[in-house]
């Protein structure tokens, strides 16, 4: 039973722990799915901004195309106003040049160059703010990157812890399962093991039945033939026959009285502490006796309950001598309780001191209720424990009253039959449980009445004090006569079995136990005497061989010790000679590292003494030349000739102007560096944007990961749970068939056994008539041959 409950409460803890696990799963995949929501969301995200990139590429390939052909335009414009202004420069000079001609292409040409500055001022404008715009996506884009990284590094953690409890869960299913299948096959085992055994005991019980019943007839055969008379029919011959012994009854007596005498000590306790504290209440209420004379009634009151221990130790006393009085070899009944006519004087005495201080505990609480301060509740809860305490003394009256019909048939062995005797324990076990009613009834009515005076404005911290002591008494009152009611109830078929004592169906008397147990020893020492084990001896052969291997041992050990001797001294010197080997050893390895250390300082002087051609290997392995290198050989070399830029300052940023008289390949040049810096500033964009990408794909393969996981962990959980269920139901199967299968062969066991006495009660009752009438047989002959 105590394995039962123990899997039992470890199966509802692994319940507990699943349900807390799954609630855990499903906040897990709830947190799953939306990461997967925001997952798709940012891919979608992803693929705007892609787009958007790709039209700003877009736009800005066809602005860099629309500046390069406006360049090119500028440029065709600027040498067309060159070469006008030297037409005109030529015309002026020859004076036949139309100047109003050359100022409207000059007016039409200023105009062309102002629309083209303003295009391309638009176009640098809209190119800075789309590179700006740019930007901050791409810096919102790298936040929410980040948290989402954070996030999901923390539900990867959660996902490990989850793992992590759920293989602990799995190993511990797994352990349970294991052993309880080991304990499922063992109680397999036993449950064939007692088939087996029921079937062979079931044979022997047929054979024996089949023998008592050949007996039987036999026997009843011969009592009917030659049997003059029944000695069980007188009682003065039924005291001669010796009463049998029954061991298992003394056991278990003993047994019940060991639990009797610890349930009387809690009661006695109980009773002690309670006359106790209401002794001090006494002192205390109504009247303080340390500031005013307390009445008569509660001195007189007082006085009695002072002397509460006298009366009650007795009783505690009393049982336990009859506790060690029942021992395995004494006969333990009624009959034979010399002690129980002590306790049964012990306890009317402690009923005649309750009756006693009955009168003086009913003035005291109507002393309470005549106090001015005592309300009409107080009043009510006072007559409560009046009555309480009249059934209470009214209760220990019938117990007394039983208790000395019980210690009768100690002092008369005639005075009570086994019914009377089952009578009394009935009416006893009542009384037991009318008692722990009357003090549960006095602990609810003196707890109502505590409350109720803790509300007074007179009341002291000691009256508090002590009427909490009371209260803790009164329960604990309660708590042992409940315990001893449902204790004598439980042991009232054993109290009311007849205990199988006596001769021959006749009563049973203290002289016919003492020769029983006297009669039980002989019978012990007879045969403990009789299986006494002879000592052995040795043949007188076998201790000449003995005499002869003694002889040659003593001489073939002088000889094994002089070999001793020579082994030891062989051995000190091997000794010897190892260690010198030793001291060789370690004077040559010492030799041999200073011989190393010797090598190593001559191969660095080698080393030493040539250092002009590792220099000159250096300088060949760094490939340095020899010859100074001036920085204005290079290709960076300033030219003198050289016009000097203007720089222009702009929303884009600083754009560097030299004058009209550069070449087109310093032109060239010029927008070459333009467009490569661009150029490397998308590629930079488009390469972190391709990574940012990447770790968003890497990121949604994990969540797949993460979620094909937590699948495939629900898919295992069930299974175990479902096998888990299976094994449950195979060991509470197996469990009811094991408790079926027990509680039958325990019951046929026992009634094999009782039927098995029975038998041999009537085969020892047949013996005995038996040999009775072939006494009076034998005497008849004699008689006979005599006339």
């Given at each position: 039973?105590?394995?039962?409950?123990?899997?039992?409460?470890?199966?509802?803890?692994?319940?507990?722990?699943?349900?807390?696990?799954?609630?855990?799963?499903?906040?897990?995949?709830?947190?799953?799915?939306?990461?997967?929501?925001?997952?798709?969301?940012?891919?979608?995200?992803?693929?705007?901004?892609?787009?958007?990139?790709?039209?700003?590429?877009?736009?800005?390939?066809?602005?860099?195309?629309?500046?390069?052909?406006?360049?090119?335009?500028?440029?065709?414009?600027?040498?067309?106003?060159?070469?006008?202004?030297?037409?005109?420069?030529?015309?002026?000079?020859?004076?036949?040049?139309?100047?109003?001609?050359?100022?409207?292409?000059?007016?039409?040409?200023?105009?062309?160059?102002?629309?083209?500055?303003?295009?391309?001022?638009?176009?640098?404008?809209?190119?800075?703010?789309?590179?700006?715009?740019?930007?901050?996506?791409?810096?919102?884009?790298?936040?929410?990157?980040?948290?989402?990284?954070?996030?999901?590094?923390?539900?990867?953690?959660?996902?490990?812890?989850?793992?992590?409890?759920?293989?602990?869960?799995?190993?511990?299913?797994?352990?349970?399962?294991?052993?309880?299948?080991?304990?499922?096959?063992?109680?397999?085992?036993?449950?064939?093991?007692?088939?087996?055994?029921?079937?062979?005991?079931?044979?022997?019980?047929?054979?024996?039945?089949?023998?008592?019943?050949?007996?039987?007839?036999?026997?009843?055969?011969?009592?009917?033939?030659?049997?003059?008379?029944?000695?069980?029919?007188?009682?003065?011959?039924?005291?001669?026959?010796?009463?049998?012994?029954?061991?298992?009854?003394?056991?278990?007596?003993?047994?019940?009285?060991?639990?009797?005498?610890?349930?009387?000590?809690?009661?006695?306790?109980?009773?002690?502490?309670?006359?106790?504290?209401?002794?001090?209440?006494?002192?205390?209420?109504?009247?303080?006796?340390?500031?005013?004379?307390?009445?008569?009634?509660?001195?007189?009151?007082?006085?009695?309950?002072?002397?509460?221990?006298?009366?009650?130790?007795?009783?505690?006393?009393?049982?336990?001598?009859?506790?060690?009085?029942?021992?395995?070899?004494?006969?333990?009944?009624?009959?034979?309780?010399?002690?129980?006519?002590?306790?049964?004087?012990?306890?009317?005495?402690?009923?005649?001191?309750?009756?006693?201080?009955?009168?003086?505990?009913?003035?005291?609480?109507?002393?309470?209720?005549?106090?001015?301060?005592?309300?009409?509740?107080?009043?009510?809860?006072?007559?409560?424990?009046?009555?309480?305490?009249?059934?209470?003394?009214?209760?220990?009256?019938?117990?007394?009253?039983?208790?000395?019909?019980?210690?009768?048939?100690?002092?008369?062995?005639?005075?009570?039959?086994?019914?009377?005797?089952?009578?009394?324990?009935?009416?006893?076990?009542?009384?037991?449980?009318?008692?722990?009613?009357?003090?549960?009834?006095?602990?609810?009515?003196?707890?109502?009445?505590?409350?109720?005076?803790?509300?007074?404005?007179?009341?002291?911290?000691?009256?508090?004090?002590?009427?909490?002591?009371?209260?803790?008494?009164?329960?604990?009152?309660?708590?042992?006569?409940?315990?001893?009611?449902?204790?004598?109830?439980?042991?009232?078929?054993?109290?009311?079995?007849?205990?199988?004592?006596?001769?021959?169906?006749?009563?049973?008397?203290?002289?016919?136990?003492?020769?029983?147990?006297?009669?039980?020893?002989?019978?012990?020492?007879?045969?403990?005497?009789?299986?006494?084990?002879?000592?052995?001896?040795?043949?007188?052969?076998?201790?000449?061989?003995?005499?002869?291997?003694?002889?040659?041992?003593?001489?073939?050990?002088?000889?094994?010790?002089?070999?001793?001797?020579?082994?030891?001294?062989?051995?000190?010197?091997?000794?010897?000679?190892?260690?010198?080997?030793?001291?060789?050893?370690?004077?040559?390895?010492?030799?041999?590292?200073?011989?190393?250390?010797?090598?190593?300082?001559?191969?660095?002087?080698?080393?030493?003494?040539?250092?002009?051609?590792?220099?000159?290997?250096?300088?060949?392995?760094?490939?340095?030349?020899?010859?100074?290198?001036?920085?204005?050989?290079?290709?960076?070399?300033?030219?003198?000739?050289?016009?000097?830029?203007?720089?222009?300052?702009?929303?884009?940023?600083?754009?560097?102007?030299?004058?009209?008289?550069?070449?087109?390949?310093?032109?060239?040049?010029?927008?070459?560096?333009?467009?490569?810096?661009?150029?490397?500033?998308?590629?930079?964009?488009?390469?972190?944007?391709?990574?940012?990408?990447?770790?968003?794909?890497?990121?949604?393969?994990?969540?797949?990961?993460?979620?094909?996981?937590?699948?495939?962990?629900?898919?295992?959980?069930?299974?175990?749970?479902?096998?888990?269920?299976?094994?449950?139901?195979?060991?509470?199967?197996l469990q009811d068939e094991l408790s079926t299968t027990k509680r039958s062969y325990e019951d046929q066991l026992s009634m094999m056994s009782d039927h098995l006495c029975s038998m041999n009660d009537t085969l020892s009752k047949q013996r005995d008539e038996i040999d009775t009438l072939k006494l009076t047989s034998k005497g008849n002959s004699k008689k006979n041959k005599g006339r």
């Amino acid at each position: 039973m105590a394995n039962m409950t123990d899997l039992q409460s470890k199966y509802s803890k692994l319940a507990q722990e699943y349900s807390k696990l799954r609630a855990q799963n499903q906040v897990l995949k709830k947190a799953v799915l939306d990461e997967q929501t925001g997952c798709n969301s940012l891919k979608d995200e992803l693929k705007q901004k892609e787009q958007s990139l790709r039209k700003v590429e877009q736009e800005m390939d066809s602005l860099s195309f629309r500046n390069q052909q406006l360049t090119k335009r500028v440029e065709l414009l600027q040498e067309e106003l060159l070469l006008s202004e030297s037409k005109s420069r030529k015309s002026k000079n020859k004076g036949d040049s139309p100047p109003q001609v050359n100022q409207q292409a000059q007016n039409v040409f200023d105009e062309d160059l102002r629309k083209k500055i303003q295009e391309n001022e638009r176009l640098h404008i809209q190119f800075y703010e789309a590179d700006e715009q740019f930007r901050r996506q791409e810096a919102q884009l790298r936040a929410r990157l980040d948290q989402l990284e954070k996030e999901s590094e923390q539900h990867q953690t959660v996902v490990d812890d989850l793992t992590s409890r759920y293989s602990d869960t799995i190993e511990k299913l797994q352990s349970d399962k294991a052993r309880l299948e080991v304990t499922a096959q063992t109680l397999e085992r036993e449950a064939k093991d007692c088939r087996v055994r029921t079937e062979e005991c079931q044979q022997q019980l047929r054979k024996y039945q089949s023998e008592v019943s050949s007996q039987l007839k036999h026997s009843s055969s011969l009592i009917l033939e030659k049997v003059p008379f029944n000695d069980t029919q007188s009682s003065d011959y039924n005291s001669l026959n010796v009463p049998l012994h029954n061991r298992r009854h003394q056991l278990k007596a003993r047994d019940v009285a060991a639990q009797a005498l610890g349930f009387l000590q809690n009661l006695v306790s109980a009773l002690l502490n309670f006359h106790s504290y209401t002794e001090q209440r006494v002192q205390i209420y109504p009247l303080d006796s340390s500031i005013e004379a307390v009445s008569p009634v509660n001195q007189r009151f007082s006085q009695y309950l002072h002397e509460n221990a006298a009366y009650l130790r007795p009783l505690e006393e009393d049982l336990l001598q009859i506790q060690q009085s029942i021992t395995e070899d004494a006969i333990t009944v009624l009959e034979t309780l010399a002690k129980l006519q002590d306790f049964s004087r012990s306890f009317s005495a402690y009923s005649s001191f309750l009756q006693k201080i009955l009168p003086y505990q009913l003035k005291s609480l109507e002393e309470e209720c005549d106090a001015s301060l005592c309300t009409a509740a107080l009043r009510v809860r006072n007559q409560q424990l009046q009555n309480d305490m009249k059934k209470l003394s009214a209760v220990f009256h019938k117990l007394k009253s039983y208790v000395a019909l019980l210690a009768v048939p100690s002092v008369r062995s005639d005075a009570m039959c086994q019914s009377s005797a089952n009578a009394v324990f009935t009416q006893m076990s009542a009384s037991l449980h009318s008692l722990h009613d009357v003090t549960t009834e006095l602990s609810t009515h003196y707890s109502q009445k505590v409350s109720l005076e803790q509300e007074l404005p007179t009341a002291t911290q000691k009256l508090r004090t002590t009427n909490e002591c009371l209260l803790a008494s009164l329960a604990a009152l309660t708590s042992s006569c409940g315990k001893m009611a449902t204790f004598f109830s439980n042991s009232l078929d054993f109290l009311a079995s007849c205990p199988g004592y006596g001769p021959r169906g006749g009563v049973l008397n203290p002289l016919q136990a003492h020769s029983v147990m006297d009669n039980k020893r002989r019978a012990a020492t007879y045969m403990s005497a009789i299986q006494k084990a002879r000592p052995e001896s040795v043949p007188y052969r076998e201790a000449l061989a003995n005499r002869h291997v003694l002889t040659s041992s003593t001489e073939s050990r002088e000889g094994l010790m002089q070999q001793v001797v020579q082994s030891q001294e062989k051995m000190c010197r091997l000794e010897q000679e190892k260690e010198h080997w030793l001291l060789e050893a370690q004077l040559g390895q010492v030799r041999l590292q200073k011989e190393t250390q010797r090598i190593a300082q001559l191969e660095a002087q080698i080393l030493a003494g040539s250092p002009a051609e590792p220099h000159g290997a250096a300088q060949i392995l760094s490939g340095t030349p020899a010859g100074p290198h001036s920085p204005a050989d290079g290709p960076g070399a300033a030219r003198p000739d050289s016009p000097e830029p203007v720089q222009d300052t702009s929303l884009v940023g600083i754009l560097t102007i030299t004058s009209c008289g550069e070449s087109a390949a310093d032109q060239e040049s010029r927008e070459h560096l333009i467009k490569t810096h661009y150029m490397s500033r998308v590629s930079d964009l488009t390469s972190q944007l391709q990574i940012c990408d990447s770790k968003a794909v890497h990121f949604h393969a994990e969540c797949r990961a993460v979620a094909k996981r937590l699948t495939i962990a629900e898919k295992s959980r069930e299974t175990l749970t479902e096998e888990l269920k299976l094994a449950n139901q195979n060991i509470t199967r197996l469990q009811d068939e094991l408790s079926t299968t027990k509680r039958s062969y325990e019951d046929q066991l026992s009634m094999m056994s009782d039927h098995l006495c029975s038998m041999n009660d009537t085969l020892s009752k047949q013996r005995d008539e038996i040999d009775t009438l072939k006494l009076t047989s034998k005497g008849n002959s004699k008689k006979n041959k005599g006339r």
